[in-house]
Every structure is written in C-alpha cells, then in structure tokens.
C-alpha cells in the first residue's frame, strides 16, 4: 500500500476496511485522531506522567536550547 507516515494514512482512502476490517476503520480514525472509546475511572492512582527527563533551572521559548534537549535527551 506504500504507507509509511501517519499522515497518508489519514488521507488515505477508506479501502483500508476491505483490506483489513475492522482494523482498518480503527487505523483510519487513530491517524484522524478520533478515538470514540468510553472513558471510566481507574482505581490506580497515577504519580505521574512525563515524556521529558529534562528540566530547565528557568522556563525558555529559546528554540536552541530546547532543540538541543530534544536532540541529545529524547
């Protein structure tokens, strides 16, 4: 199918169903962004969540210095 970035998946037609079912539905709204699954509590609690290990001593718009912690932390 020649698909290799979430963004042709997104504009890809909906020949995706025939060729994978269900799953090709659900691909299809994952790469969209849809998610229509029902959200419930849970009885853990969550401490916390990151996806950056890197703290600034001082907040920065600089975009050096943030694309340099992105480069050699994550």
């Known amino acids: 199918m020649g698909i290799s970035k979430v963004e042709k998946l997104a504009n890809c037609d909906l020949r995706l169903t025939e060729r994978f079912g269900k799953m090709g539905l659900w691909l299809k709204q994952a790469a969209l962004g849809l998610d229509f ?31 340099f912690c992105k480069v050699f932390v994550g």
Do not use: L, R
């Open 37 to 67: 699954s029902e959200i419930g509590e849970s009885e853990e609690a969550v401490k916390s969540i990151s996806w950056s290990s890197t703290t600034f001593k001082e907040n920065t718009n600089d975009p050096i210095k943030i694309g």
